[in-house]
Every structure is written in C-alpha cells, then in structure tokens.
C-alpha cells in the first residue's frame, strides 16, 4: 500500500482537510449485531472497535463535546422502510424490532440527553434530521467511528463531506469483516473524501479542544 499510496500523493490525492472549530463525534451504528458471535453481522475485530468508540465518547463527553449515535430499526422483519437495501443483505433482518442484537454493544451506551438518529439505510444522513442537527449546533467537523468500515461508516463519511461538514475518520474505531475492506475503504476514504487518523491522535485532538473550550 506503500507505493500505492506515494501514487495518489503524487496525483494529489490524500490531502488533509484538519479540523474545523466546533467537532462532534458520530458513533455509527454500534450495535451488537456486529459483536456478538452468533450473529450473522459478526465482525472479528467487531469488540475491539466497540472498545476504542467508548474512548472516543468518554474524551469527548469529558470535554463537553458532542456525541451523536445512530441505530438501524425495521419495524418487522420485512424491513418495509428499505425494501431494496434489505433484498441486497437479508441479514438486515436482525434490526426488526425487538431483536436484541439491535442494541447498543457494551460497552457502549447513549448518555441521557445524547442525540439518536434512527436510520433505515447506509449513510447516517440518507433519510435523517443528522445534518439539519449538525449545522443547527454550528458543529463543522465529524469523528467518525462504526460499523462497517466498507458499509456504513463509508457512506457517512462520504455524505458528511458532501453535506459541507469535515469527515475524521478514526481508524482503531472502525471494524470490517475482514481486513481487506477495512484497510482498502480506509486507504479510499483517506484518499478522496476524509482525513482517516488513529484513535491516539484523534484524543489527543480532542483533549485539546476541550481545553479551548475551558480558557
């Protein structure tokens, strides 16, 4: 990827957009689907992902920051409200109402008065009040972390920058059922649409921000 990456360099790819004034975090759908075993969402690297997003509301929480979260909910399993997507992957049955595997994986949990936005398809903000939220807070840049790096962590970041607002994307945060996707959707997601950073320097980042905000 090395090589890979000096070629986009040289073609003007992979550029940074930084950090705006005013971040928020946007934890996409980190359910338990994506980390139980017997789901047929499971992703290895699934709990250890789930791990870094708890860092990632805790520093930002901390700092007086904003953490939104968003949760896929079909009212049956017919998935009537994304008929299209559903034919495309089946599994998506498991956000029926009711089925436990829809909930928040531990250790993650909304704080009392944290925004959630219910979606029924890929993007964060196909469908959803998030950017009419989003600018209606004068928030300008997005910390992204989720599942699935290929899926939907891809897609919000994609709308996030056509939206107008700025995509970090924090590598550790993220999980794929392989490596594959994972590592290539980052190297594209880094290359054309978002700034793709660890999870070290993202709370750094987020230290600092909130020691702005306190002077």
Not at 115 to 131: E, I, M, N
Request: one cysteine or more; aromatic letters at 8%.
């Amino acid at each position: 990827m090395a090589e890979l990456g000096e070629d986009y360099a040289r073609a003007g790819f992979a550029r940074r957009l930084g950090w705006g004034a005013r971040p928020a975090v946007l934890l996409v759908d980190p359910a338990l689907a994506y980390t139980d075993p017997d789901s047929p969402l499971f992703l290895t690297t699934g709990q250890a992902a789930a791990e870094a997003m708890a860092e990632l509301a805790d520093a930002a929480r901390a700092g007086g920051i904003p953490v939104l979260w968003t949760r896929v909910h079909f009212a049956d399993e017919s998935c009537a409200e994304a008929p299209l997507f559903a034919a495309k992957v089946p599994a998506l049955k498991v956000f029926a109402d009711g089925n436990p595997l829809g909930d928040f994986a531990p250790p993650l949990r909304p704080a009392p008065g944290e925004q959630v936005v219910v979606k029924h398809y890929a993007s964060a903000f196909a469908g959803t009040s998030l950017a009419a939220w989003l600018a209606s807070h004068s928030i300008d840049t997005v910390v992204i972390g989720g599942y699935s790096t290929s899926g939907c962590v891809r897609a919000s970041a994609l709308d996030a920058l056509q939206h107008g607002f700025r995509p970090i994307v924090v590598r550790d945060a993220c999980a794929d059922r392989d490596g594959g996707p994972h590592d290539h959707n980052l190297f594209d997601l880094d290359a054309k649409y978002a700034d793709v950073v660890t999870l070290p320097e993202t709370l750094q980042t987020l230290i600092w921000y909130a020691a702005e905000r306190s002077e």
